[in-house]
């Protein structure tokens, strides 16, 4: 089970790799077509969508907790398909909602994956979890920087988030398939 949350969190990293101020300042001034002003709008509304998706956990993690499995599945989707029609729109408003979305179920699924993993590992192992994670997060993250803004300049901007909904996508199928590894956290 560690080992699918990390290939999990691994594939994400290296997809959201994405949102880096470089990729999204091309992105508005290219696709969107709007002033630099509107990098800041979209990042607002993101961590709005964050906030609120915090406000959502703490006020209902009693029914979040029963149904984990289905929360890691629908965010883990959601998330791939907002990448994906986020690379398609050329509409700022569209842009503004799409990033919140993003940052709404980033957020769900976020919480839960951490969740999880503290509930199902002792508390001599986690520090060792936590830290291999950051190592492979880092990593990919810093790797993937490279490969995307390769492709922002190379292709276009746009295919740089099609390519990160794709491995989203990727991510959220092996979750799905997997499913069985991650069990209730009420039965533990």
Sequence with gaps: MFRSI????????????????AIMYVYVADVLQ????????????????????GVLYSKWSSIILQSVR???IITSFGVAAVTLLFGF????????LLSFLSGLLEQLKGITLNLYLQKTSSA???PKLYSVQNVV???????STLLFGWIAEMVHVQAAFCT???????????LYVNRKEFIPLRQI
């Design 89 to 96: 729109n050329n509409f700022a408003l569209a842009a503004l």
């Design 124 to 126: 001599e192992l986690l």
């Design 164 to 174: 990160a909904g794709g491995i989203l996508i990727i991510a959220a199928a092996y």
């Design 6 to 21: 990390f290939i999990i969190v691994t594939l994400e990293s290296i997809a959201n790799v994405v949102w880096i101020a």
């Design 70 to 72: 289905k929360l890691l």
């Design 34 to 53: 709007v002033s630099e002003v509107w990098w800041g709008y979209i990042n607002t509304s993101f961590f709005i969508g964050l906030l609120i998706a």
């Design 137 to 143: 997060v880092s990593l990919g993250f810093g790797l």
